[in-house]
């Protein structure tokens, strides 16, 4: 089993910065990926990023430019810098974490900008 815990969120105003984190224990064994998902009221969760262990990482076309993924390996955790933050990015954020075996989830951090 994985445990996911993010922290981070809160309220802000547009053009402002947040950066959550995500802490992962647990049965850490072989990440395939990392990745963070936003879900907003009447929508379905989308992928905001993902960084692919030992590869490459990709971002929504709404993010690129603005929000920064990364991961400490010593801490078992993965952030998601934010920057110029906009109305659209209000969301609920979950952190995902793939393994060959397990996909596991966080339970979730509100992001809220305000006008």
């Known amino acids: 089993q994985v445990q996911l815990v993010e922290s981070g969120g809160g309220l802000v105003q547009i053009g402002g910065s947040l950066r959550l984190s995500c802490a992962a224990s647990g049965s850490i064994f072989r990440v395939k990926t990392m990745g963070w998902y936003r879900q907003a009221p009447g929508k379905q969760r989308e992928l905001v990023a993902m960084?692919?262990?030992?590869?490459?990482?990709n971002y929504a076309d709404s993010v690129k430019g603005r929000f920064t993924i990364s991961r400490d390996n010593a801490k078992n955790t993965a952030y998601l810098q934010m920057n110029s933050l906009k109305p659209e990015d209000t969301a609920v954020y979950y952190c995902?974490?793939?393994?060959?075996?397990?996909?596991?989830w966080g339970q979730g951090t509100q992001v809220t900008v305000s006008l």
């Open positions: 960084l692919v262990v030992g590869g490459s990482t």
């Open positions: 995902n974490l793939r393994t060959f075996a397990l996909n596991s």
